[in-house]
């Protein structure tokens, strides 16, 4: 079964409202999880480590104001994209390390049109 | 993390070993390889991962030359539904850190 649950699976929106995405950890408390943003064709970029009860770290050249990352609980991390513009359309995937950080579980992406 | 070289994109036929070679020439000592693979429009998906033994499990194998300086992922039994990016990543093991992924192989398996 699935370990990592994310949704929305796929999100259209107005320019300038803003979309929230939660992914969630059913199988193992999470400290860290990692949200990666994927365009057409291209590999999967790390955008930002969420960590529980602190601030989220980014990425050079992600701006935190613009996506906002909280990780509230042990299972539960979202990401808000802010005053969404359609250069922000993208696939964006979270990842929860797995017992003893040996591997990543990927949630099933979710796929975000800015109209 | 050590970088890797993957070809571009691979063509197997159903049925048959799909062989997917990599190239990790500055690996460390404290590295491990892992595989993943992306279907489609899905999050990726974790294969296998080793040391230096070969290691196999339900869904493939991975061989590492006694070097380590490259390996390989073997599907025994290639379906159509194995058609994905392949992505050959070497990391500290146990780290719980982020994974870099490169370009990874266009696997397409064909009827």
């Known amino acids: 079964g699935a370990v990592v649950s994310q949704h929305p699976s796929w999100v259209i929106c107005k320019s300038g409202t803003s979309v929230k995405i939660e992914c969630r950890s059913l199988?193992?408390?999470?400290?860290?999880m990692f949200w990666y943003r994927q365009f057409p064709k291209q590999s999967l970029m790390l955008m930002a480590t969420s960590n529980e009860g602190s601030k989220a770290t980014y990425e050079q050249g992600v701006e935190k104001d613009k996506f906002l990352i909280n990780h509230a609980s042990l299972t539960l991390s979202t990401l808000t994209v802010t005053s969404a513009h359609p250069e922000d359309s993208s696939f964006y995937i979270c990842?929860?390390?797995?017992?003893?950080?040996?591997?990543?579980?990927f949630g099933s992406g979710t796929q975000l049109s800015v109209l | 993390d050590a970088k890797t070289t993957q070809p571009t994109s691979m063509d197997c036929a159903e049925g048959r070993a799909a062989n997917l070679p990599c190239n990790h020439s500055?690996?460390?000592?404290?590295?491990?390889v892992y595989w993943y693979r992306q279907i489609h429009s899905q999050g990726p998906q974790y294969i296998i991962h080793g040391l230096k033994n070969n290691e196999t499990n339900e869904m493939a194998s991975l061989i590492i030359t006694e070097d380590r300086k490259s390996s390989t992922l073997i599907l025994p039994h290639a379906t159509l539904r194995d058609t994905a990016v392949y992505y050959c990543i070497v990391r500290v093991g146990n780290a719980g850190n982020m994974l870099t992924f490169g370009g990874g192989t266009r696997l397409m398996v064909k009827p």
């Open positions: 990842s929860v390390p797995g017992l003893a950080n040996e591997k990543l579980f």
């Open positions: 500055t690996i460390s000592g404290n590295e491990y």
């Open positions: 199988d193992f408390q999470a400290t860290t």
